[in-house]
């Protein structure tokens, strides 16, 4: 299958881990941002085929996982109310908030829908004009612009039923927020090819000098991963400190300037809390005033919500990358994915389902 099996190519694969090996004289680490890298990295065993003491510590990139416990204790109280279909992607649909989630508010009669694509929100509410039709808009800057697409065709629509629960979260400043952590070990990022798709390279350098650390834009094949390892264990054994696009393919330095200028007069920058981690100063994006009016939060004014993680939950920690999700005591035993704890054994793209799904019994054993 083209652009899968080429970047798959277990010759290539070897030749850049001998590269690796070569280059490598001390242990150092660097973290992938995305959570669809770090289930690449672990799916494919990258990290265990790397020298000794190189390590992978998997970011905050998965944005199921970091949405705020108070947002989605929202989407419940919303979906609940009668006379609204809550429309959302199927990976939402099973994060725990305080009490339940979105699954449990639908099997109690609330109209939960699975939809591929907000337009198909919208779609729905164009063709139910006497219901509220609310989609859930969370995400990086890679969901972004189709959330943005549909509030201006909403509006362009004249569809006034219509409305957005945004938590939209960015990636450099979660970057600027890791390194001024003081129990930060990162010594280099991985950045997420499809963000810099959409965004493209321009914000990386300023973090790049700020704080000394290369930062490799990459893809998700394994090829994709190994190239970027490679460009930053040469980067860190020669003490530079610069940001290179190893995903040519997709990323360009100026990103998708249309979509971009759509970002623009939609959305507009906010503080943002993270779940697991807090909050991080203009660290997402909110609908701006212009389009205040499919704003679901203001529309509902949903108010009274008093959040409560799992106290067994450890995914804070996990989403800063101070332990490795087996380190949680409930790994594989109160928390599954069937029966998950919090939001990073969720999602497909959350450390601990990545762990649970690829290294469960060798965890286990060695626990
Ligand atoms: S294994 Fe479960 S309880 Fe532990 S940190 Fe991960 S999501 Fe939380």
């Given at each position: 299958m083209?652009?899968?099996?080429?970047?798959?190519d277990?010759d290539l694969?070897?030749r850049?881990l001998?590269?690796?090996?070569?280059?490598?004289?001390?242990?150092w680490?660097?973290?992938?941002?995305?959570?669809?890298?770090?289930h690449?990295?672990?799916r494919?065993?990258?990290?265990q085929?790397?020298?000794?003491?190189?390590?992978?510590?998997?970011?905050?990139?998965?944005?199921?996982?970091?949405?705020?416990?108070?947002?989605?204790?929202?989407?419940?109280?919303?979906?609940?109310?009668?006379?609204v279909?809550?429309?959302s992607?199927?990976d939402?649909l099973?994060?725990?908030g305080?009490?339940?989630?979105?699954?449990?508010?639908?099997?109690?009669?609330?109209?939960?829908?699975?939809?591929y694509?907000?337009?198909d929100?919208?779609?729905?509410?164009?063709?139910?004009?006497?219901?509220?039709?609310?989609?859930?808009?969370i995400?990086?800057?890679?969901t972004?612009?189709?959330?943005?697409?549909?509030?201006?065709?909403?509006?362009?629509?004249?569809?006034?039923?219509?409305?957005?629960?945004?938590?939209h979260v960015?990636?450099?400043?979660?970057?600027?927020?890791?390194?001024?952590?003081?129990r930060c070990?990162v010594?280099?990022?991985?950045?997420?090819?499809?963000?810099?798709?959409?965004?493209?390279?321009?914000e990386?350098?300023?973090?790049?000098?700020?704080?000394?650390v290369?930062?490799?834009?990459?893809?998700?094949?394994?090829?994709?991963i190994?190239?970027?390892?490679?460009?930053t264990?040469?980067q860190?054994?020669?003490?530079?400190?610069?940001?290179?696009?190893?995903?040519?393919?997709?990323?360009r330095d100026?990103?998708?300037?249309?979509?971009r200028?759509?970002?623009?007069?939609?959305?507009?920058?906010?503080?943002?809390?993270w779940?697991?981690?807090?909050?991080?100063?203009?660290?997402?994006?909110?609908?701006?005033d212009?389009?205040?009016?499919?704003?679901?939060?203001?529309?509902f004014?949903?108010?009274?919500?008093?959040?409560?993680?799992?106290?067994?939950?450890?995914?804070?920690e996990?989403?800063?990358?101070?332990?490795?999700?087996?380190?949680?005591?409930?790994?594989?035993?109160?928390?599954?994915?069937?029966?998950?704890?919090?939001?990073?054994?969720?999602?497909?793209?959350?450390?601990?389902?990545?762990?649970h799904?690829?290294?469960?019994l060798?965890?286990?054993?060695?626990?």
């Open positions: 083209k652009y899968l099996d080429e970047f798959s277990p694969a070897r850049l001998d590269q690796i090996h070569a280059a490598t004289t001390r242990p680490a660097m973290m992938e941002v995305c959570g669809g890298q770090t690449s990295i672990i494919h065993g990258i990290d085929l790397l020298p000794e003491g190189v390590e992978m510590i998997h970011g905050p990139g998965c944005p199921v996982c970091v949405t705020p416990l108070e947002v989605i204790d929202k989407a419940l109280a919303i979906a609940a109310r009668p006379g279909i809550f429309c992607f199927g939402m099973r994060v725990p305080s009490g339940q989630d979105l699954f449990g508010v639908k099997s109690a009669g609330g109209d939960v829908r699975v939809v694509s907000p337009l929100a919208l779609k729905l509410a164009r063709e139910h004009p006497d219901r509220e039709v609310v989609f859930f808009g995400g990086f800057e890679t972004a612009p189709a959330n943005a697409m549909t509030v201006y065709q909403a509006r362009r629509l004249g569809t006034g039923n219509f409305s957005l629960l945004v938590s960015l990636v450099p400043p979660a970057i600027a927020a890791i390194m001024e952590s003081p070990r010594q280099a990022f991985l950045a997420a090819g499809h963000v810099c798709s959409v965004m493209g390279t321009a990386y350098p300023p973090l790049a000098s700020r704080y000394r290369p930062i490799v834009v990459t893809g998700f094949e394994p090829l994709d190994l190239e970027g390892i490679r460009r264990v040469l860190l054994e020669a003490g530079r400190y610069e940001v290179e696009n190893a995903y040519p393919r997709a990323v100026e990103g998708n300037v249309p979509a200028e759509m970002l623009l007069d939609v959305f507009e920058v906010t503080d943002r809390t779940r697991g981690i807090g909050e991080i100063p203009r660290s997402g994006w909110r609908l701006s212009r389009y205040a009016e499919f704003d679901a939060e203001r529309r004014a949903v108010t009274g919500i008093h959040t409560g993680e799992s106290p067994l939950c450890r995914s804070g996990v989403l800063r990358g101070l332990i490795k999700p087996h380190e949680c005591a409930a790994f594989g035993k109160r928390c599954t994915p069937r029966n998950p704890l919090g939001a990073t054994m969720v999602s497909a793209e959350g450390a601990c389902a990545a762990y799904a690829y290294r469960r060798e965890l286990a054993d060695a626990r």
